[in-house]
């Protein structure tokens, strides 16, 4: 088992920036890769960003440029930096460790963004 607990959303401006965090526990294995997912009312759940154990990224085209995804190994935590944050960027945001076959999810946590 592993569990996922993040951390650092809020209420923030346009313009503005947040950072997420995310603590793993548990049964952590080496080689995971882990993933910050956003859902936002009524819509599906969306892939945002992805990290390797390896620190290799990969991010959806809407966050390119003002996201950034980042890890400490020794800490078992990931972080999603966000700035230039918009209304759009609105949504639950969660996060999702995975090592086939096995996948856990945080709980999330809400980021607004609104003037």
């Known amino acids: 088992q592993v569990q996922l607990v993040e951390s650092g959303g809020g209420l923030v401006q346009p313009g503005g920036s947040l950072r997420l965090s995310c603590v793993a526990s548990g049964r952590i294995l080496s080689s995971n890769v882990m993933d910050w997912y956003r859902q936002a009312p009524g819509k599906q759940r969306e892939l945002v960003a992805t990290?390797?154990?390896?620190?290799?990224?990969n991010y959806a085209d809407s966050v390119k440029g003002r996201f950034t995804i980042s890890r400490d190994n020794a800490k078992n935590t990931v972080y999603l930096q966000m700035n230039s944050l918009k209304p759009e960027d609105t949504a639950v945001y969660y996060c999702?460790?995975?090592?086939?076959?096995?996948?856990?999810w945080g709980q999330g946590t809400q980021v607004t963004v609104s003037s």
């Open positions: 990290i390797t154990s390896g620190g290799s990224t």
């Open positions: 999702h460790y995975r090592f086939y076959p096995y996948d856990y």
